[in-house]
């Protein structure tokens, strides 16, 4: 069983309650376990601890704080923004301050060049103003810069090659929305994917059907897998128009060889002649958040012809700007009408905010050797850099030592997707539990145990229900963010609280 | 004629051409004449006057400079940011910076204050992190207060009430998103409209029903119109569920009396209960960037309960902050179910960028008399509306004096949207022109002198068709932002370039 076609099309096709409110079926449909009923309890449970040690009181929770790993969000927990990024970016939001006795002369040198030179190129100072939908050229010239540095080529930093968005998320909605209408359009998603695929996959009312990755071969991409998705997508009269490749794994944490990537553009432009459609009707999504899709151009014909959309973001990795909401698309191969179509999307959206260009700006254009921040740019880069890899091996260790969790190594993004082995009889009572509630109330064997791991412990992680799983199998997928003594302390309370599952259901 | 449907459903039920890329045909059939064919041509026009002026030479173009009418956007004019909002938004992004000695003794206090403020609410300076996908809390607190100030009321923080926007236009797409699934989804929008409402209808596949606003009225709105829009929709088998009011007026710059809103709420409850269906199902779409939709709080039942999303931002007006995409919707009868589905709407798009939170939170709280920042404050401020009443004023009175224009005055937006009288042969002439052209190149006749004014003023303004008006009639939208001087010249070239049109048409 190497791919199946999602057709949990639940509500779509039947009317709201009369009686009810109406509400677009589509959204009602539309699941999002990210942000789902565990983190909803979450949310609850940091209330109560609130409230009941407000006066020095103590909680009668058995745990003192609440560890939110369910969301990549890394500066909620110890990490530090980078201190030139911030200083650029606030001379750029008041460049009066430079006129403060004392501040120009107190701050590196290459910060108040930069800002003045950001200020200057956009428009003589008019960063309130909208840039263009697709961003400011500058951004995008910084982009291009970043790019062909990274990979030793040259690009024009024309909007036909990069697009300035919102974070990964506003691109990913846009590029759904270009391609579907309906049913009959498919998508071919990973599993485990990241829920925000499923959620807008819903949200157009397409067909997803999903290939799995090989938790046996670290998470590994079988290209010839894909081949069952879209004959499965032919089944059921959708054509696929879109291939989802997430890279860095999420929530698998797993990064693609060179040789997977161009297995899968050989696939894509396979799919695309013998369906009869001209190439680029099938396009790769690569969420790219330090691997380049690039490598596509370097094939031989006609496979260096793949349409791809890369994205990358301000969001994660040593920047951790989440909240800025940077971050671009790079366009490899886009047919004219699509590019028009995206820049048509891009102007109705009016253009995305003006921090999260000049963060994407200033993550592909960091010091460089020679200015006057790198020292200590280099230092703070580094000591992140160092913590997430030291926790990320620590993470997958320590998960593999506790009885009945197993976790691959993650190679390149801030989430592990650990599987864990839940007993038969606490398969059974959480299907009895079920059986009785009501169906709001039903949940997967997976999201009972992230349910009752976050009442014992205060540890937020999502169960891999909700990012899609092989039938059987169980998983949680958690970030590598909390700092070493609070992940200690958070492995040692997985292990206490899934010991004692085996114990009570052996 | 009051209303009518809006069938433009061109495109929707042809299959794409085989062999062209596909393409969601709902985007292919989207329009947004805001950023259309005019301003491209605008573009090249700047290019190539950048191009031939370079080196001080002078360029073929019969004028020197464009000047963007089309898009309201303060700061690209000569609006200046407000100080006080810049100096708290540099030092909430780099608390470092008070670190310098000298910068603290020389920001007005109530900077460093709200600063250390905003940089506490926010997770004890967490200011990277997520936010609650409805917003932070401190924001939605600020908001709640700067309503319940204006309007003498009180008002809960709560997300029940508030949810923090990416601007206006990120919560126009999540509301319509909420309602349209399909043709037989019905919206009614008013006529004139900003076309970002079409488009968004258009995307979602909805149908548009359109009332007039009277122009022989001060583009009033008669609530009793809404009713031939009731009655086309159900024609065509579709189902009320929105109606957009745009207050104050955009493209047309009126304020709605409060009778007029009051009209409205009782006309849409009165749908309702026609409808049979229970209340709420109906909503009431205000994008109100001054006026209040309270005023249904405090009619008599059971209109009181008319359902409606009020929204506001930080991009136009005084603070005219456009880039920075800050706004909020304020949540009035909202049916829990409609609730929980936009906060999940909003979890799957993470969260709305913290810069424009920090703005929202700015415009809901000025400086206050006794605060170190409040001289500079309202002297800006008053400033800039003094400036922007002036322009608004003498904007009106100077294109009512050229013959065949009339406009009515601009009370409440940055928008002005005069008729023009176009010549027979003028519209014969387009008709010609049009029937020899390919279709992608076919235009309305107010268009075309759109085009042909910019071809010699370099002024860019947005021809009424791109807005929806009545049949027969011919309009512009123009904004009232260019400072005085370049106003003067302004209306001087649209005297001349009409006065020549009269004379080569008559």
Not at 301 to 328: A, V
Not at 400 to 425: R, W
Request: hydrophobic share 40%; proline share 7%; glycine share 6%.
């Amino acid at each position: 069983m190497n791919s199946f076609l999602l057709v949990e099309r639940v509500s779509y096709h039947k009317p709201n309650m009369p009686t009810a409110p109406y509400v677009n079926p589509r959204v009602l449909e539309a699941q999002f376990a990210v942000r789902g009923p565990i983190p909803m309890r979450a949310e609850q449970l940091q209330a109560q601890l609130r409230a009941e040690t407000a006066d020095g009181g103590t909680s009668v929770l058995p745990f003192t704080e609440i560890i939110h790993c369910n969301i990549g969000n890394p500066h909620a927990f110890s990490q530090k923004p980078l201190t030139f990024y911030r200083q650029v970016m606030a001379l750029v939001d008041a460049p009066m301050l430079m006129e403060i006795d004392g501040v120009v002369a107190h701050l590196p040198s290459d910060v108040v060049a930069r800002a003045k030179q950001y200020l200057q190129q956009s428009g003589d100072g008019k960063t309130g103003a909208y840039s263009d939908p697709t961003g400011h050229l500058w951004v995008r010239e910084a982009v291009a810069a970043f790019i062909a540095r990274r990979d030793g080529t040259t690009v024009a930093p024309d909007a036909r090659n990069i697009i300035i968005a919102d974070g990964a998320t506003s691109a990913v909605r846009l590029i759904m929305q270009l391609f579907i209408a309906g049913p009959s359009d498919g998508v071919l998603i990973p599993i485990p994917q990241f829920p925000l695929y499923t959620a807008q996959i819903s949200l157009f009312d397409g067909t997803a059907a999903a290939y799995y990755l090989d938790e046996g071969n670290q998470w590994g991409l079988n290209a010839q897998d894909l081949d069952g998705c879209v004959k499965q997508l032919k089944q059921s009269n959708a054509s696929p128009r879109l291939l989802v490749v997430i890279n860095p794994g999420n929530p698998t944490g797993q990064v693609f060889t060179r040789a997977t990537m161009e297995g899968v553009a050989m696939t894509t432009t396979l799919f695309s002649s013998q369906m009869k459609c001209i190439k680029r009707t099938f396009m790769v999504l690569a969420a790219c958040l330090r691997a380049s899709a690039r490598v596509i151009l370097h094939m031989p014909s006609p496979y260096h012809n793949t349409s791809c959309i890369s994205l990358h973001s301000t969001s994660k990795g040593i920047i951790g700007e989440c909240s800025r909401r940077g971050g671009y698309m790079e366009l490899l191969n886009i047919a004219p009408i699509h590019h028009a179509q995206i820049v048509k999307l891009c102007s109705i959206n009016v253009c995305s905010n003006f921090n999260g260009q000049v963060m994407t700006a200033l993550m592909c254009t960091p010091p460089v050797q020679g200015d006057a921040s790198y020292p200590q740019f280099r230092e703070e880069y580094d000591g992140i850099f160092s913590d997430l890899k030291e926790r990320a091996a620590s993470l997958a260790i320590e998960l593999n030592t506790i009885k009945g969790i197993t976790c691959n190594s993650v190679d390149g993004a801030i989430y592990a997707f650990p599987q864990i082995q839940l007993p038969h009889k606490y398969v059974a009572r959480n299907d009895a539990l079920c059986a009785a509630a009501p169906p709001a109330e039903r949940m997967a064997a997976d999201a009972r145990w992230a349910l009752e791991l976050l009442e014992a412990t205060g540890i937020v992680v999502v169960p891999g229900s909700g990012f899609l799983q092989p039938e059987g199998t169980f998983h949680f997928r958690t970030t590598i963010l909390p700092p070493k003594t609070q992940m200690a302390a958070m492995t040692s309370s997985i292990r206490a609280f899934h010991t004692k599952i085996n114990e009570l259901y052996a």
